[in-house]
């Protein structure tokens, strides 16, 4: 039986259809639903909608739900429509009727939207969390091999000198940027849309300020149709968000995938950690790293397929916005994985130290040349000219000494800025209010 269910029985070819993967996917939303009644029904009590009695034998009996989800104990029944209608009929079968009176002043359209976005929350938190990581390791290796130099490339020519340092600082920088993004995520789903109901709010006088407080957001969603309008907009903000990390992943995956290469021969990795050819004794493939920058690519596409899921709807809800789920939930575990498995392979990898010693990089030199004959009182378009002419007489020396001093240069990588900006942005999360918030809910 569904909780909007009457009389008559849905043909059971439309019910698998419109239920889906919606069971699989619920199971993710499972301690965020649990979150959300335990917040509303302490709303409901204080405006008069559930007695002091009732709302004790309920958050009792929530709370013993809350942690059966954390242990891995509580799963949705195959009878149940989704995670709402489940932990409704659970909690009503384990205390009687008051878990008939929790679904009052809200919707199942409020409901998944405030579970979703606790959820979002959660896994935001984790993802920044695991970017933490891969930001110190990145850093650690900058400043361990910021004196040995390699090859910079443009156009995948040779260019200029670059260094492991700026290299792996690179990349620490880029995830501050993508850090940025995924703050504007986290601001979004920061707001409460718990009692905008089936998207038209409630005649019941709810207090949608103190369910705020109580889920620790950061404010409201106001206005009551908005907040409805805001789904598939959240997702598409929280997906730009992970696809800038993935993008800022999936393209050190391919510089990896490229220095390892015997025809550039930068890095290595242990055997242990690489993979070998059925028929070639003689190969190391960097598989881990052709992974993840396929998933990564993967996830690239999440903004685009949830804008085309969600581009032409109207406002209100629309069952079209359940299939979000499938795109975007099992993004969260494969970018987790991503980001985990690029820290561990980092603590791992070998850097070549002596690769400008190979003739072939001479013409890195270049401009190294051209600056110092300019020093030299050598106006720069004619230092440059004879450059050029050395170069192609064959007769060019070059002089290997690398005087880069300005900021952000191989000699001075500012790699104190950088990781000053990173926590300027992560401290603007803010985690600690809502891990205080959800606490105090659930003790």
């Not at 650690?140 to 670059?162: R, V």
């Not at 598409?236 to 025809?263: E, H, P, W, Y």
């Not at 190294?368 to 009182?377: A, I, K, R, T």
């Not at 002089?399 to 401290?427: P, T, W």
Request: net charge negative.
């Amino acid at each position: 039986m569904k909780i909007w269910q009457k009389n008559i029985d849905v043909d059971s070819f439309v019910e698998s259809f419109t239920v889906g993967n919606d069971r699989e996917m619920d199971q993710h939303l499972a301690a965020a639903d649990v979150l959300g009644s335990l917040a509303h029904t302490r709303m409901l009590n204080s405006i008069g909608l559930m007695t002091d009695s009732d709302l004790q034998s309920v958050q009792d009996e929530l709370k013993k739900i809350y942690r059966e989800i954390e242990e891995g104990e509580f799963f949705i029944a195959d009878t149940a429509e989704d995670v709402h209608s489940h932990v409704e009929q659970v909690l009503t079968e384990r205390i009687g009727d008051p878990g008939k009176k929790i679904h009052a002043g809200r919707s199942r359209n409020d409901q998944v939207l405030v579970d979703l976005k606790l959820y979002f929350r959660a896994e935001i938190q984790r993802l920044v969390e695991q970017i933490e990581g891969l930001f110190q390791q990145l850093l650690l290796l900058s400043e361990q091999h910021k004196a040995i130099l390699i090859p910079g490339y443009t156009h995948l020519q040779i260019a200029m000198p670059s260094s492991f340092g700026l290299w792996f600082a690179a990349y620490a920088e880029s995830l501050v940027d993508d850090m940025e993004l995924l703050k504007s995520a986290w601001k979004v789903c920061n707001k409460n849309p718990l009692g905008s109901a089936a998207g038209y709010g409630s005649s019941f006088p709810l207090n949608r300020t103190m369910t705020t407080t109580l889920l620790g957001f950061n404010d409201l969603n106001y206005n009551v149709v908005y907040a409805q309008m805001g789904r598939g907009k959240t997702e598409r903000i929280l997906a730009q968000g992970m696809s800038s990390v993935a993008a800022t992943l999936a393209k050190f995956a391919m510089d990896i995938c490229m220095f390892i290469n015997q025809n550039f021969g930068f890095i290595s990795f242990p055997d242990h950690l690489t993979t070998g050819s059925s028929i070639m004794p003689h190969k190391k493939n960097p598989d881990v790293f052709e992974l993840v920058r396929a998933r990564c690519n993967r996830i690239q596409a999440l903004p685009n397929e949830i804008a085309l899921m969600t581009t032409n709807l109207p406002s209100g809800y629309h069952r079209d916005l359940q299939l979000l789920k499938e795109n975007l939930f099992p993004a969260f575990q494969s970018l987790s994985d991503c980001l985990e498995i690029s820290t561990f392979m980092l603590k791992h990898i070998e850097v070549r130290s002596d690769v400008l010693e190979d003739p072939k990089y001479d013409y890195l030199f270049s401009v190294e040349v051209v600056n110092n004959m300019v020093l030299e009182g050598v106006p720069f378009r004619e230092a440059y000219r004879r450059i050029g002419l050395d170069i192609e007489n064959g007769t060019f020396k070059p002089s290997k000494e690398v005087a880069h001093i300005h900021e952000g240069s191989i000699g001075n990588l500012c790699n104190d800025q950088i990781e000053r900006m990173f926590y300027e942005v992560k401290n603007d999360f803010d985690f600690q209010k809502v891990e205080t918030a959800i606490a105090e809910l659930v003790k």
